[in-house]
Nanobody, 119 residues
């Protein structure tokens, strides 16, 4: 079974930066794509940034996704934080896992980590 967990959220001041981590755990799996989403208070979940499984770094505006191979983690760094960046940030991983020699796709979400940006 593959699991994913986010960490690194917290309360930060506007203008600062924050790094969130997404760590996948399990056995016999490969990742096709990792995406970060967020859900602002009272709003729908929205895509923030992402990277293919073979990627190293991806930049989308103020958001940088990078891979930490040593920790098997995909990080999201947010620069120049704004109050509107406040929300719960989720990691989504899609890939394949081997179960008794048979490849099966998976698409899993973490439980999210809260980011609150004060003005």
């Amino acid at each position: 079974q593959v699991q994913v967990a986010e960490s690194g959220g917290g309360l930060v001041q506007a203008g600062g930066s924050l790094r969130l981590s997404c760590i996948a755990s399990g056995s016999s799996f490969s990742v096709d794509h990792t995406d970060w989403y967020r859900q602002p208070p009272g709003k729908q979940r929205e895509w923030v940034a992402g990277m293919p499984g073979s990627g190293v770094t991806s930049v989308t505006g103020r958001f940088t996704v990078s891979r930490d191979k040593a920790k098997n983690a995909v990080n999201l760094e947010i620069d120049s934080l704004k109050p509107e960046d406040t929300g719960v940030y989720y990691c989504n991983i899609r890939g394949w896992r081997s179960i008794r020699g048979t490849l099966s796709p998976f698409d899993i979400w973490g439980q999210g980590t809260q980011v609150t940006v004060s003005s």
